[in-house]
């Protein structure tokens, strides 16, 4: 049974940082890029991060870019998102996902395999 558990969400000023991690569990995570979403009350489901299964390339939505950073350890079969300068409309739900290495466009969710339940970001001005 595939498991991601997401953790480290919370209440934040306007300004502050957050780092979220995801533990992955029933797959070979080795097989799967992973990435971070999230989906705003009202808003469709946004892409935010995504790193390969090397890790070694990484790719982030526009409103993330030199804020956030997303890393993984396969050893520990892990993904974070280090977020800073966070602001109040990062405000969300954040989902970690697995896709499949092999599909395309590691941007959209449909393309993901396995989701977690979620870990909710709240930043206050």
């Known amino acids: 049974q595939v498991q991601l558990v997401e953790s480290g969400g919370g209440l934040v000023q306007a300004g502050g940082s957050l780092r979220l991690s995801c533990a992955a569990s029933?797959?070979?995570?080795?097989?799967?890029?992973l990435g971070w979403f999230r989906q705003a009350p009202g808003k469709e489901r946004e892409f935010v991060a995504t790193?390969?299964?090397?890790?070694?390339?990484?790719s982030y939505a526009d409103s993330g870019k030199g804020r956030f950073t997303i890393s993984r350890d396969n050893a520990k079969k892990m993904v974070y998102l280090q977020m800073n300068s966070l602001k109040p409309e990062d405000t969300a739900v954040y989902y970690c996902?697995?896709?499949?290495?092999?599909?395309?466009?590691?941007?959209?969710?449909?393309?993901?395999?396995?989701w977690g339940q979620g870990t909710q970001i709240t930043v206050s001005s």
């Open positions: 996902a697995a896709q499949f290495y092999a599909k395309n466009d590691a941007s959209r969710p449909v393309q993901y395999d396995y």
């Open positions: 790193i390969s299964r090397d890790g070694g390339i990484t």
């Open positions: 029933g797959l070979i995570v080795n097989f799967y890029n």
